[in-house]
């Protein structure tokens, strides 16, 4: 008897190896496509998550004035909002919960930003993203450290929400006072 394999072996052997390998560069080529589907859903969450305490808190205490609406109060005011709920809120790219104001001393990783620009309104926000939309008028640190965050931009008529991914702005909404 004679030890090998026949032709009809091995080319099974050979058309199983080949689909398996197309099977995997599918799995490798769409997993970067799910990775970041993931985040942007992570953050269209935390959007939800924050116009909604947003929302409360400006009928439960009275915000609604860019004249009295102060960044750190609105800061403030979210951190006690979720504080004694279950929900939190995260960076998806860093896993952190912090909700910051830029007029901290200390800019780090964060899930939420919130900036205040009082004297511009929302239609000339939107209407010039890179003017007034942050961080894509900022230093290139700050873009780094504030990828995968959430941003809550005070204007002079309400708040901009909107995730900023990977140098992009996603998912634009907003209140109106």
Same mark, same amino acid.
């Given at each position: 008897?004679?030890?090998?394999?026949?032709?009809?072996?091995?080319?099974?052997?050979?058309?199983?190896?080949?689909?398996?390998?197309?099977?995997?560069?599918?799995? &490798?080529?769409?997993?970067? +496509?799910?990775?970041?589907? @993931?985040? %942007? #859903?992570?953050?269209?969450?935390?959007?939800?998550? !924050?116009?909604?305490?947003?929302?409360?808190?400006?009928?439960?205490?009275?915000?609604?004035?860019?004249?009295?609406?102060?960044?750190?109060?609105?800061?403030?005011?979210?951190?006690?909002?979720?504080?004694?709920?279950?929900?939190?809120?995260?960076?998806?790219?860093?896993?952190?919960?912090?909700?910051?104001?830029?007029?901290?001393?200390?800019?780090?990783?964060?899930?939420?930003? &919130?900036?205040?620009?009082? +004297?511009?309104?929302?239609? @000339?926000? %939107? #209407?010039?993203?890179?003017?007034?939309?942050?961080? !894509?008028?900022?230093?290139?640190?700050?873009?780094?450290?504030?990828?995968?965050?959430?941003?809550?931009?005070?204007?002079?008529?309400?708040?901009?929400?909107?995730?900023?991914?990977?140098?992009?702005?996603?998912?634009?909404?907003?209140?109106?006072?």
């Amino acid at each position: 008897m004679k030890k090998g394999f026949t032709l009809i072996e091995l080319s099974i052997a050979l058309a199983i190896i080949a689909i398996i390998g197309a099977l995997l560069s599918i799995i &490798i080529v769409n997993y970067p +496509k799910k990775i970041e589907n @993931t985040y %942007i #859903n992570v953050l269209h969450e935390n959007q939800k998550v !924050l116009m909604e305490a947003v929302v409360s808190i400006v009928f439960d205490e009275n915000l609604p004035s860019y004249l009295s609406t102060d960044q750190n109060k609105l800061r403030q005011a979210l951190r006690d909002k979720l504080k004694d709920t279950e929900i939190e809120i995260y960076n998806p790219l860093t896993k952190d919960n912090s909700i910051i104001a830029t007029t901290e001393t200390r800019y780090h990783d964060s899930a939420a930003v &919130i900036i205040s620009k009082r +004297k511009t309104t929302i239609k @000339t926000a %939107i #209407n010039n993203p890179k003017k007034y939309l942050y961080p !894509l008028n900022a230093s290139e640190n700050a873009k780094k450290k504030f990828d995968g965050a959430l941003i809550i931009l005070i204007c002079e008529d309400g708040y901009i929400f909107y995730g900023y991914l990977h140098g992009k702005v996603l998912n634009i909404e907003t209140m109106r006072f």
